[in-house]
Structures are given as structure tokens and as C-alpha cells.
């Protein structure tokens, strides 16, 4: 069974900085895709970052230049590092996990940004 469990939200100040972790179990981790979506009151679940088995990385426009994806296969999990963040940031963060055709979710993590 796939397991996908997130840490590292909470509240923040605008400008400031946080990274998300995501630890996989249950799976081949180095072939899976993984990745961050969100989920902002009021608004569907938005695509963050993704990352492919090979390291390609994939990022909103609302995120380029502010947040980076990485991944340890050693260690099976994914991170969101967050800099400069914003009050339009503010979402609960999804971890994803794309793996042998279906998509498989964490429970989420709170992300605050006051401003």
C-alpha cells in the first residue's frame, strides 16, 4: 500500500521561507513521479512541482524562480523548498506520487502566510 506522509507546514511570514518533506512507502520510489499540488479555500487542487524518476522538474508559473523540488531515492522521500513566500501561497500542500498508472495522494500539510 502506497503511503505518502507530509511534514513541514505551519505559519509564516510574508518573505519568509519553508521546506516540505514528503516520506514514500510502499512503492518503487525511484520510478515513481512525485510532486507538490495545493489546495486554497475556495479553489480546486492546483499543480505545484513535479518531479520525473530522472530528475526533470516541472513548476507553476506562480512558482518559478521561488520554490524548488528535489528528491532522495536513498532516503524515498520528496522535498519542497519555499522561499519568498506569499499571502497567495497559503493552501493546504499536497504530496503526490504518480506510480505504475495511478495517482496516489498524502494527507496534506497547513501552509500560512501572512502578510
Known amino acids: 500500500q502506497v503511503q505518502l506522509v507530509e511534514s513541514g507546514g505551519g505559519l509564516v511570514q510574508a518573505g519568509g521561507s519553508l521546506r516540505l518533506s514528503c516520506a514514500a512507502s510502499?512503492?518503487?520510489?525511484?520510478?515513481?513521479?512525485m510532486g507538490w499540488y495545493r489546495q486554497a479555500p475556495g479553489k480546486e487542487r492546483a499543480l505545484v512541482a513535479t518531479i520525473t524518476s530522472v530528475g526533470s522538474t516541472n513548476y507553476a508559473d506562480s512558482v518559478k524562480g521561488r520554490f524548488t523540488i528535489s528528491r532522495d531515492n536513498a532516503k524515498r522521500a520528496v522535498f519542497l523548498q519555499m522561499n519568498s513566500l506569499k499571502a497567495e501561497d497559503t493552501a493546504v500542500y499536497y504530496c503526490y506520487a504518480g506510480y505504475l498508472r495511478g495517482d496516489y495522494w498524502g494527507q496534506g500539510t497547513q501552509v500560512t502566510v501572512s502578510s
Open positions: 510502499g512503492l518503487i520510489f525511484s520510478i515513481a513521479t
